[in-house]
């Protein structure tokens, strides 16, 4: 060998060596973080010791210092539903694609070690199902932002994701991140999901941020936070803008009484805590969105002496019930504290079983003192006012750069267009019904709603008619929309091939029960998962049969089998049934789905109740609730109530969780019962089976202001007594004044035949409703939502009701059809002459261009009503302001 190549070896050694020796790098390089960490990783394990073969293969295989380091951090403060449904090999991919981020973007190495470790690590973000979406993500991302600066890329990350999803209501169930790009829209909660994980992919510390509810209007809201450069900063998710900190909730957010995030770990913050824990710590971020003070709040006892330890909830009036936005408990002085927004709160004290309450304006209030002495009582009634935080005008962002945002705005329109223009269509749709022998309506409306998950759904129709046709067509009846969007055929197949009838067929159970509690693999909130077979194995025939005879035995089983821990499964995602029964520890609502599930695959109808959360289970004809917590299956006595209303200050059908709700008392709290998807309020006077105890009635109109009127009502339900409660509304209504005219003479080009018309062609002899839209952005989308669940009433009023879109944006608007079930009147134009430019000088307001912006206009050209922006109740204010239209 000569001696140039043996000192080239040797120094290619060297190197290596040296090399190999910085990669023996601690990923925890604060020694008292990462002792803390030991523990916290070792008491998880205990926790999950059923499980622990998972945790010990994948530690097991050949791991850097750093991968080790960063998968303890993962399972230490992981929720169970992780812990319980995922495999090791899936976290070690978390780890090791978040560390290949920090590796490949420049920014990586500036990111300080506690931001990276909470904010671009952790692979959950909120409630969602997991997916591989970080490491695809990664990949399709790379190259398109590999050269631009941290917060550039922020900002390209954003518009990558608008071409993916934009905004559509959805349910409460958070699709996992690809389910929500191959559906191509979700709800604000879906969309802050998706980009903070696309943000997290590429290695830049992302979290959602949250108003648990708005003040002045029922509704709340997510959007993103990222970490550039050394500050935070928001964007809307999937609503791209030409800088961060823009974003059309920058006006409401000023009204916010609360806005917070969720920390995945065990995190030190200068931040106010709202909640803490040992896996996870909760947040409070109001000051760096809207005007706020500290409200401290004293609770005493009837004597006046400080109680440790009571409980204090900050509750917001949304919804029609008092939600609590915080609760703490008091420290030994009686003293607990919260900082919020400058509006109104009901502050709820309890301790054992008594309470108090006081209404409280945060401005005007230093330190609510509240007298914990009262019980529920068996009959009383107190009325409120109150009011949210004053309207703000937030800063005006620069006009640089908008136009060209606009434009590739338009441009991402359409690259998520030509993805949706890859779905079944209805001819496909036909002839896959003609080829099965099927219904060719029914097939292409379960196709159309499956959106991207449309050749999913095509096998399960395809395999599932020809083993049973009926039950394949009620599967898909009773599983919901976003069900079929994101449910593999296999899943549904499994329930189909075993969901056994002949327990059924022998109790005489009428079919509809087996259809719906049977059969349908939905229980509750959870992802669509495969459990029947698996449980049928496990137990085998003859526990099978024992317990159709005797369903108790398995309420015993769950009893004694499951461990709960109501604190480690934060995420509220709920656990897989096959997940709870392998780790035996759950919360308590993955345990109630646990047992439905069991129940169902041994053939015993069983559901969880809407209303009460309990779990039920159909034997004998009847209904049975099961107690888990009290260990004893004792059903409540059952009372009728009846539910009327007082029409003499209303005009319109009251809506459960938006004029009204029922709550039932237990230990020092009233809580809403759930009826949002019954259709027993679908008359009145509605009649409930309650169980016997104490409720309260909440009932309230909200003014345009945002402000509430609200009443409530406490009362006693005894067995065997039938009770009637009228629902009340307080509500003053007088003829608005005018707040400035505007010629019906002004003239517009209709979208639908290019043809000029004059506004007042459209009045009717009523009126018109005039509306300015940006049909891609959430605002707008919301008042479209108003206009269609109203249509009858904006029908019967019958006078003129026309939207303007913006000139670069009405083609893809109406091919779209963004606004199919609008009522029959409504017409589009664009806006030639500037009527809204006229309006905003007559009115002697700006709008500053926050659409939609909506004018009411009496047929003599007086303008009753205005609004422009975000506002949820919209269109029932603007029914409200009809009747004077005549």
Not at 136 to 161: G, P, Q, T
Not at 252 to 266: K, Q, S
Not at 672 to 681: K, Q
Request: with cysteine; charged share 25%; net charge neutral.
């Amino acid at each position: 060998m000569s001696r140039k190549l043996f000192l080239t070896i040797v120094i290619l050694i060297f190197f290596l060596q040296v090399k190999a020796q910085k990669r023996i790098v601690h990923f925890i390089k604060d020694s008292v973080y990462r002792e803390q960490l030991e523990k916290d990783f070792e008491k998880q394990k205990k926790l999950v010791s059923e499980s622990s073969d998972e945790i010990h293969k994948v530690f097991s295989g050949n791991l850097t210092l750093e991968e080790k380091e960063g998968l303890e951090f993962l399972y230490a403060y992981m929720p169970l539903s992780d812990l319980a449904d995922y495999k090791g090999s899936f976290f070690l991919e978390q780890v090791r694609m978040s560390l290949l981020a920090r590796e490949t973007f420049k920014w990586g190495q500036t990111i300080p070690d506690d931001v990276f470790r909470h904010f671009v690590l952790p692979y959950r973000v909120n409630n969602e199902n997991l997916d591989s979406s970080r490491t695809v993500f990664f990949y399709e991302l790379k190259d398109r932002i590999i050269n631009l600066s941290m917060h550039d890329a922020a900002l390209e990350v954003n518009h990558w994701c608008h071409e993916k999803v934009s905004y559509r209501s959805t349910d409460s169930r958070t699709s996992a991140p690809l389910s929500t790009v191959k559906t191509a829209y979700g709800r604000c909660g879906e969309e802050s999901t998706f980009t903070v994980t696309a943000l997290r992919a590429v290695g830049i510390p992302a979290r959602q941020v949250y108003t648990p509810r708005w003040a002045h209007c029922d509704d709340n809201h997510a959007w993103v936070e990222v970490w550039i450069d050394g500050n935070w900063h928001f964007l809307g998710a999937c609503e791209p803008e030409p800088d961060l900190d823009i974003a059309w909730f920058a006006g409401p957010v000023l009204r916010a009484m609360l806005c917070n995030t969720t920390v995945y770990g065990n995190y030190i913050s200068q931040d106010e805590i709202l909640k803490s824990s040992e896996i996870y710590t909760q947040i409070n971020l109001i000051e760096n969105y809207a005007p706020s003070k500290k409200l401290f709040v004293k609770a005493v006892d009837k004597d006046s002496i400080p109680l440790e330890d009571a409980n204090i909830e900050f509750q917001l009036y949304n919804y029609a019930e008092f939600y609590p936005l915080a609760r703490k408990n008091t420290d030994k002085n009686g003293l607990a504290y919260l900082t919020t927004g400058l509006g109104d709160l009901l502050i709820w004290a309890s301790w054992g079983n008594k309470f108090g309450f006081q209404k409280v304006t945060v401005e005007k209030t230093d330190m609510a003192i509240i007298i914990i002495d009262r019980t529920a009582p068996e009959s009383d009634s107190i009325n409120f006012t109150l009011v949210p935080p004053i309207q703000r005008q937030p800063k005006i962002p620069d006009e640089k750069g908008k136009k060209e945002n606009e434009k590739r705005l338009q441009n991402e329109d359409k690259i998520r267009n030509d993805y949706e223009s890859t779905f079944i269509d209805s001819l496909s749709a036909c002839r896959l019904a003609d080829e099965l022998k099927l219904n060719r309506d029914s097939v292409y409306l379960y196709l159309k709603q499956s959106r991207g998950n449309w050749k999913e759904l095509s096998e399960f129709i395809k395999t599932g008619s020809s083993l049973n046709k009926v039950y394949m067509y009620q599967i898909l009846a009773n599983i919901s929309q976003k069900d079929l969007r994101d449910t593999p055929s296999t899943i549904l197949l499994e329930h189909l091939k075993n969901s056994d009838s002949k327990f059924v067929t022998d109790q005489k159970i009428p079919l509809d029960i087996f259809y719906k509690y049977v059969l349908t693999p939905r229980i509750s909130g959870e992802l669509l998962s495969e459990y029947k077979l698996f449980f049928k194995e496990k137990f085998g025939t003859n526990v099978i049969n024992k317990t159709r005879q005797d369903p108790t035995l398995l309420v015993k089983y769950v009893s004694e089998n499951i461990g709960i821990n109501s604190a480690a499964n934060y995420s509220r995602n709920p656990l897989t049934p096959v997940g709870t029964h392998r780790l035996k520890t759950s919360d308590p609502a993955s345990r109630d789905i646990y047992f439905v599930a069991i129940a169902r695959s041994f053939g015993i109808p069983a559901q969880i109740d809407p209303a009460t959360k309990l779990p039920e289970y159909f034997y004998n004809n009847q209904w049975t609730e099961v107690y888990f917590e009290t260990n004893n299956n004792i059903t409540l006595p059952k009372t009728e109530l009846i539910i009327d209303v007082d029409t003499s200050a209303i005009n319109f059908k009251p809506i459960y969780y938006s004029h009204f709700t029922i709550a039932r008392y237990a230990e020092g709290v009233y809580r809403s019962l759930d009826y949002e998807e019954s259709t027993v309020f679908s008359r009145f006077p509605a009649s409930l089976m309650l169980d016997t105890g104490k409720y309260m009635i909440v009932t309230g109109i909200r003014l345009k202001d945002g402000s509430v009127n609200t009443k409530l009502v406490f009362f006693k339900l005894t067995e065997g007594t039938k009770k009637t409660i009228q629902l009340h509304f307080i509500q003053k209504e007088e003829m608005p004044e005018s707040f400035g005219t505007i010629s019906l003479n002004y003239s517009f080009k209709k979208i639908e035949n290019k043809k000029t018309e004059s506004l007042s062609s459209f009045t009717n002899g009523k009126g018109v409703i005039i509306g300015w839209l940006d049909p891609d952005r959430e605002p707008t989308k919301h008042t479209m939502i108003d206009f269609k669940l109203l249509h009858e009433d904006f029908e019967k009023w019958n006078g003129g009701i026309i939207f303007f879109l913006p000139k670069n944006k009405k083609a893809a608007a109406v091919n779209l059809k963004n606004f199919e079930g609008l009522p029959s009147q409504c017409i589009f134009g664009v806006d030639k002459n500037n009527i809204l430019n006229i309006a905003e000088k007559n009115l002697k307001h700006k709008f500053n261009k926050t659409y939609p912006v909506f004018l009411v206009i009496t047929k003599e050209g007086n303008i009753l009503y205005y609004s422009s922006g975000y506002k949820i109740g919209r269109g029932e204010e603007i029914v409200k302001t009809l009747k004077f239209l005549k």
